[in-house]
């Protein structure tokens, strides 16, 4: 898992479709703000991944 590799903070966010919650969606926070998402481009732009 990256999060062992490089640590950080896990970070959950809502994926959401048409306003509704369809699932869960988590990546990796690093110090100075910075994310790592390998697997964000699984959404489609009318998908929206809030930041919970």
Same mark, same amino acid.
């Given at each position: 898992?990256? $999060?062992? /590799?490089?640590? =950080?903070?896990?970070?959950?966010?809502?994926?959401?479709?048409? @306003?509704?919650?369809?699932?869960?969606?988590?990546? $990796?926070? /690093?110090?100075? =703000?910075?994310?790592?998402?390998?697997?964000?481009?699984?959404? @489609?732009?009318?998908?929206?991944?809030?930041?919970?």
């Amino acid at each position: 898992m990256l $999060n062992d /590799l490089l640590g =950080g903070e896990l970070v959950r966010g809502e994926v959401r479709v048409n @306003g509704e919650r369809t699932d869960y969606h988590w990546w $990796n926070r /690093l110090g100075m =703000g910075v994310d790592i998402d390998l697997t964000r481009e699984q959404f @489609g732009a009318d998908v929206i991944v809030t930041e919970g």
